[in-house]
């Protein structure tokens, strides 16, 4: 159902056709306001876009110090500019009470089905590389951390998953925990 207000930039109150200002302005089926013409100019109005956040359960973290996906399987569709900022805070830390040890992490995503926890390194890595270290020998020191990259040009009515690639600094088991995420659509 498509709805339509009006907005009168000389501080008309007429709900008719106004004369003046911007004139229609439609709202598709979601609420979602859309562009509009008034006079031969065309206005883009901002907001609307796809987003999504979630907190998944903390995964099982890499032994290694390759990259592997930690498969949080957060997922998002664009619906209007293909603009995204991709969102995450966590804690980082290591299994080992070694003084050096730690969790290395980097956003990554792509199209299709999203990885599994431990698969091999996939997707577009975006973003540094976070290195964070325990500097005392206490094994799982939660350390907080956060990563964010604005990502451009996806295919708009295209799913995509967004996840952590995460490994070991030296050696133990790096880890990410309390995981939050979000993927925010920028018109």
Known sequence: MTASVYLDLTGGTDPGAPASGLG???AD????????????????LIGG???????PADPTGNATTT?????LAGTFTPTKSGNVL??????????????????RAQISYGAGAAPANAAVLTGTQVGAI????LERATASD?????????VTGLTIGTAYWFDLAVSAV?????????INMSAIEIS
Do not use: P
């Not at 089926?29 to 883009?44: A, F, H, I, P, R």
């Not at 995450?88 to 050096?100: D, I, Y």
């Not at 939660?142 to 604005?150: A, C, E, M, T, V």
């Open 24 to 26: 229609r302005i439609s």
């Open 29 to 44: 089926s979601n609420g979602n306001l859309q562009q509009c013409k008034n006079g031969g100019t065309t206005v883009k």
């Open 49 to 55: 876009g796809a987003g999504a956040s979630t907190n």
């Open 67 to 71: 990259l592997t996906m930690m498969g």
């Open 86 to 103: 991709l969102l995450f805070s966590f804690n980082g830390t290591n299994s080992t009470a070694t003084a050096g040890d730690g969790v």
């Open 130 to 133: 976070v290195t964070s270290v």
């Open 142 to 150: 939660l350390q907080g951390l956060s990563l964010q990259w604005f």
């Open 170 to 178: 030296v050696g133990g088991t790096g880890q990410v925990k309390n």
